[in-house]
């Protein structure tokens, strides 16, 4: 997913200094705010931090990672989080990405909303939704699962409250471990937005995916 950049050291030299899928990876990063990090300058724990997340992204140690790795022992904390949210929690897979699109749009996190949006895709979520989305609508195609995450998101995310109708509606439609997953999906991924929006972390070719909001 990530392009190949130039670098100063050969694949060769590399693979001397870090394990091979590391090495890879670094190979494939961007540089932004947070430039790509030297791979001969890691220290131990970036090194066993960057392992992990390697066991669960699929694009390298682009995106969030690079500015995460600056801190390698959070790094660590919250990719074992991720790994629950994204791949073990209880929500379905399409309201779990719906939510993560809900809160990439909420903070205007190109990157997130770009990396995501395939994933969405993918868990069946549909197009007409993201692109309503993407605007700033309310989306008009929306599952009845999909409206309760929606309004419930979207409540939690502009008032940092969800209110008693909407926690209901969401209880009886959801039960309480998905209402629980879904606030920690929404404010772990508010986290991630932070962190892409602080590195100003843009889509690899340079896009961005969403427009400016009018009330923003």
């Known amino acids: 997913m990530f392009p190949m950049i130039e670098t100063n050291l050969s694949m060769g030299m590399m693979g001397a200094i870090l394990p091979l899928g590391l090495a890879v990876a670094w190979a494939k990063m961007g540089g932004d705010r947070f430039p790509k990090l030297n791979p001969e300058t890691l220290n131990e724990p970036q090194r ?18 690079n500015v995460m790795l600056r801190s390698p022992e959070m790094a660590h904390r919250l990719t074992n989080l991720l790994d629950y949210l ?25 990157f997130e909303w770009w990396a995501h949006h395939r994933l969405a895709t993918k868990a069946g979520l549909s197009e007409a939704v993201m ?9 008009e195609a929306m599952q009845p699962a999909e409206a309760i995450v929606y309004d419930f ?51 690899t070719d340079g896009s961005r995916p969403l427009p400016p909001l009018a009330n923003r």
């Open 48 to 65: 066993r931090a960057a392992a992990e997340i390697l066991k669960q992204s699929v694009s390298g140690l682009g995106g969030p990672w």
């Open 86 to 110: 994204r791949f073990k929690t209880s929500l379905p897979p399409r309201l779990n990405e719906f939510a993560i699109m809900i809160t990439a749009r909420h903070w205007s996190s190109q």
């Open 131 to 139: 692109a309503d989305l993407a605007q700033g609508r309310r989306p």
């Open 153 to 203: 998101c979207t409540e939690l995310h502009r008032t940092h409250f969800v209110s008693d109708d909407t926690f209901r509606k969401a209880k009886e439609m959801l039960g309480e471990q998905q209402v629980v997953d879904l606030v920690a999906v929404s404010g772990t991924y508010t986290v991630i937005s932070m962190l892409l929006n602080t590195g100003e972390v843009l889509p």
